[in-house]
């Protein structure tokens, strides 16, 4: 065999070796990222089928849940009503909402309650149907309209001593409470003010709760706007989810209830 054979054979086998080399890589690569996806596609499904098993909340199925709930209190039907003659009734909190509400501030014993945006008065005199005796519910209102329907409710419903209604920006009076010593004191508080503040109140409510405490927002789903790009209070809100989420600081849970309703425990 003369040395141009013997080379050319090694490189032959040098050469041959490096592509059957390179295709094992290409092939292994291909085959890893393969199981890797089929491992992402198997977890979405399941996690998309959870997803879907909750019902499409029609008025039928919304009316059976609350007609098997324990019944809300019949100053809070006629706070309702009135409000929704008067008023209309786009602004005032979901009934779930509402009842959730109670439960959690029974649930928890809560004897110290903040709730943000007050209206006409319905979740603040749904709290303070539920705190014990000694509890306090701290309603806070800028507008002073508002605030006037609301004490009269408080005082015909006969919960005025259980609620200290703040008039004024809530983010104001918020800071006040805590200058004035109250921070780790709460034990809940329901966010349903201005939209664009929510990430504030988030702050300032984290400030005023103990460790434990349980903070409620609503319409954190904001009519199905939170993906719409165009719609300036859907991007806040998200804005405001994203907030809560990275903020490590609580436990949080996004509900699909009312106009979406995100419940966190502090950490
Ligand atoms: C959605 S309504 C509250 C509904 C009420 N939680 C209920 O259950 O009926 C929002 C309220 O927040 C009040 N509000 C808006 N901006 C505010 C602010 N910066 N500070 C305090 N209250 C504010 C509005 O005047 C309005 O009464």
Redesign the pocket.
Known sequence: MCAFTVLFLCYYCWFSGFWFLYFNRVLTFTLISEIRMNFVRRMSCSISGFVKKDLEMSNEYFEYCISMSSPLHPSIVNLLQS?KEELGNK???SVQ??MLNQFIIKLISAQKVL??????????L?SALVVPPEGKVYS????IK?AQIAQENFKKYEVSDRINLII????K?LEHLCQEGHSGTFDFS?I???KT?YPTYFNLSLQLLRQGGVLAV??TLFKGKVFDLDNRVGQQIDNANKTFISSGAVDVLLLNIGDGYTLMRKR
Do not use: C
């Not at 806070?140 to 507008?143: A, F, M, Q």
């Not at 004024?168 to 983010?171: F, T």
């Open positions: 409000t602004l005032v909190s909402v509402l709730d943000i945006g007050v209206y006409t008065g319905a979740s603040s749904a806070l209102e800028k507008s508002f004024g920006d809530a983010s009076s329901y349903d003010a201005d503040n609503d319409n």
